[in-house]
């Protein structure tokens, strides 16, 4: 999802590879239609990854150490004493919570991390033992910093609106332990929140993609059944084989990162603004007929 502290928390580069074992449609591809890789099904709605799906990050080595000051300043407000200077703390909070996180992710845990407990041992560390509010306040102060680092690529915003309008529900369905308040006010800062019917960070649900809890709380907040839903991300085994397991469509981009290899995508494309040509083949097809039954209703398990 994905950054460290509030960015998407499913980090990792880009590598541009050849995929196979799934159908690629380049953007100009005209002759595959989507009927023939999406199967029997027609898609009603989208659920999008975050991090290196729909937006880029970079970490904000200046914002951070900047947070780090207003809340050293903070602290000593409060009587918190004493207080250790800005680049201490970066170093044995953030960066020490960045380390839990990323091992958590590289073990493959299925439930969420207690990041407050995290933000609790690393801030006690450096002797300090905050209240409850005053360590909400803090925390907030680093999540914004980390919106500096995000990045909404050119056309993203346009494409979910070009599907939302072809009649298609559009949600988000995101590895990321930080607090749910910081992680829709980042959404809302980055213009957004108000792409998306539905918004399903596994801070809320307490479960990791590929578990099946974050998938099934996502699809009924979006209200589409697995069978008329299809999964867009980009790695295969939180996005394609966790969505796959409860019924669903996969689409694989490769723009930002690409993970190709066994158990790939039903479809797997280029950029994100291909989406927009394949939903409406796929919805055409479905006119005509040639992709079979419209699907009101399918299983989730």
């Not at 590879?17 to 029997?40: E, I, N």
């Not at 919106?147 to 529900?169: K, M, Q």
Request: proline content about 5%.
């Amino acid at each position: 999802m994905e950054p460290l502290a509030a960015g998407p928390a499913e980090a990792s580069e880009r590598h541009p590879r050849a995929t196979r074992g799934a159908a690629t449609v380049p953007a100009t591809s005209s002759h595959l239609t989507a009927g023939h890789v999406l199967g029997d099904r027609r898609i009603r709605g989208l659920l999008f990854d975050y991090g290196l799906t729909l937006v880029t990050f970079e970490r904000p080595d200046a914002a951070l150490l900047a947070s780090f000051g207003t809340i050293v300043q903070r602290l000593r407000e409060a009587g918190v004493a004493p207080v250790p200077e800005a680049e201490t703390l970066l170093r044995e909070v953030h960066d020490h919570i960045e380390v839990a996180v990323a091992r958590h992710e590289r073990a493959g845990h299925l439930e969420e991390i207690d990041l407050v407990g995290e933000e609790r041992i690393a801030y006690a560390r450096c002797g300090l033992h905050l209240p409850d509010q005053l360590l909400d306040e803090v925390v907030d102060l680093v999540q914004q910093a980390w919106w500096e680092g995000i990045r909404v690529p050119p056309g993203a915003v346009e494409v979910l609106g070009e599907l939302r309008r072809s009649g298609v529900r559009i949600g988000l369905c995101s590895n990321a332990p930080y607090r749910s308040r910081s992680l829709h006010a980042q959404l809302e800062h980055l213009g957004l929140l108000d792409c998306f019917d539905s918004v399903t960070f596994s801070s809320e649900v307490g479960r990791r993609k590929p578990a099946p809890e974050i998938f099934n709380a996502a699809l009924d907040s979006l209200g589409v059944d697995a069978a008329s839903c299809a999964m867009v991300g980009d790695r295969r085994r939180e996005d394609v084989a966790g969505a796959r397991a409860v019924g669903m469509a996969t689409i694989r981009t490769r723009e930002h990162h690409d993970d190709p290899g066994p158990g790939d995508a039903d479809l797997v494309i280029d950029r994100l603004g291909d989406l927009v040509a394949v939903i409406r083949r796929q919805h055409e097809d479905g006119r005509r007929g040639s992709v079979g039954t419209d699907t009101e209703s399918g299983h989730r398990r």
